[in-house]
């Protein structure tokens, strides 16, 4: 599965987009944040706030409680501040 | 009528953009926003703006149908820009036209406030030292804003 970040979660994290194989037991939006929360610092320091985290399933915005199984690209990003 | 909507690091040409809405006979109205970057106080060099290819433009897309389902509108026109803008430079241009002015006015405010929550780009201060400042945080008055729409 391809997650993509943005804006300062992407520079917290410290990447653009990354590929990975989501453990047993990660079912909903809520679930990855927690889980990508255990994988460093940097994912802690990003996602250290997780309601303000923003969340897109193939470019549809979702709630945190969405289910992720179908998914192909997860992108994670802060408020949005264009216009 | 299908709205159109562009995403690009182009300069917006407001003044050809409003030329090709106007005129058309069947429009009593058009209202035209222009979001401009500001300089704050001469803090600012520029600022960038980061956006999420694809999403961004479909965001917009869906913005502008559903103004354009809800009143009564003759033509739509949203534009956005990312990447770096200076001051006084345009960020984003809408424009709708109508028979009467009071759907051309709301569906243009509309699509503002639902533009600036649901498309998503991400605005960063470039400051006049030569420094890169911080990202612009969202603000409730912007998060509510789309919240009147949903009372009327």
Sequence with gaps: ?83 | MAPKVTVGEARIDVAAETEALSGEGAAGALVTFIGYCRDEEGRLSALELEHYPGMAEREIRKIAEEAAERWPLIAVRAAHRHGKIAPGEEIVFVACSSRHRGAAFEAASYIMDFMKTKAPFWKREHLKDGSVGGWVESKATDESAGDKWHRI
């Design chain 1, 1 to 83: 599965m391809k997650l993509s970040y943005f804006a300062w979660v992407r520079e917290r994290i410290g990447k653009s987009d990354e590929e990975v194989a989501l453990p047993a037991g990660v079912e909903t939006v809520s679930d990855l944040l927690d889980w990508l929360r255990s994988r460093g610092e940097n994912y802690e320091y990003a996602l250290q706030v997780p309601e303000i985290i923003r969340v897109a399933i193939d470019q549809e915005h979702v709630d945190h409680s969405e289910r992720l199984a179908g998914a192909g690209e997860i992108a994670l990003f802060p408020p949005m501040t264009g216009g």
